[in-house]
Nanobody, 125 residues
Framework: EVQLVESGGGSVQAGGSLRLSCRAS????????MGWFRRSPGKEREGVACIAGSGLTSFYSDSVKGRFTISRDNSNNTLYLQMNDLKPEDTAMYYC??????????????????WGQGTQVTVSS
């Protein structure tokens, strides 16, 4: 069973940057698909980005494309989300998720079978 722990959230002003991290544990194989999701108050959880197990393929939601970058370090079992040019509408609880043992990136939330506890990102105008 994959366990996930996020870190790196915080409060920034619009235009600022944050880097989220997600440390995975519980399985010896690290080459499974992972993703970042977020939930804003009053809204449903939405997919932000996903990355294949190899790290060679990634997808982004239109709302973050060009501003956010997902990456992974399989040697350290860590997933990252670099967030630049943050906007107030990016304010949300951010969750990392794993689609174990699939290696292909999936945009579907239902595919993911392990979730972190979330880290809060707040962007002020």
């Amino acid at each position: 069973e994959v366990q996930l722990v996020e870190s790196g959230g915080g409060s920034v002003q619009a235009g600022g940057s944050l880097r989220l991290s997600c440390r995975a544990s519980g399985v010896s194989d690290s080459t499974y698909s992972m993703g970042w999701f977020r939930r804003s108050p009053g809204k449903e959880r939405e997919g932000v980005a996903c990355i294949a197990g190899s790290g060679l393929t990634s997808f982004y939601s239109d709302s973050v494309k060009g501003r956010f970058t997902i990456s992974r370090d399989n040697s350290n079992n860590t997933l990252y989300l670099q967030m630049n040019d943050l906007k107030p509408e990016d304010t949300a609880m951010y969750y990392c998720a794993a689609d174990y043992p699939s290696v292909l990136c999936s945009k579907s939330e239902r595919r993911y079978n392990a979730w972190g506890q979330g880290t809060q990102v707040t962007v002020s105008s």
